[in-house]
Structures are given as C-alpha cells and as structure tokens.
C-alpha cells in the first residue's frame, strides 16, 4: 500500500499551494501519507478483530 499512496501523493504534491482548498498548509499535507498508512493498519485489526470476535461467538 505505501508505494501506491505515495506515488498518489507526489503526483497531487505540486498542486497544493495552488489549491484554495487545502487547510494546513504544505507541511499538513506531506504528513499525509503516514496518517493514512496508520489509519488503514487501524482499520485492518479493527474488523480482523470484530470477524474473530463473531466467529467465536458464533462456534
């Protein structure tokens, strides 16, 4: 997952002081990446965890 986000966030990188939109500033920004890697690995042990959790109580 890492390579494809950060390929996504140096291809949207250039953009960012151009874009009105963005709230933080480029150094927000740049911190991105890892706040989404961290997020999905959260996620993953999230819903692992809650389909182990019905499984046993299903058995």
Do not use: C, S, T
Request: no cysteine; aromatic share 14%; hydrophobic share 40%.
């Amino acid at each position: 997952m890492k390579p494809i986000i950060q390929e996504m966030h140096d291809q949207i990188r250039p953009y960012v002081p151009k874009d009105p939109y963005i709230k933080g500033g480029k150094e927000k920004f740049d911190n991105e990446p890892e706040f989404i890697l961290k997020f999905i690995e959260a996620r993953a042990k999230y819903i692992i965890a809650g389909r182990l959790n019905w499984i046993n109580n299903f058995l």
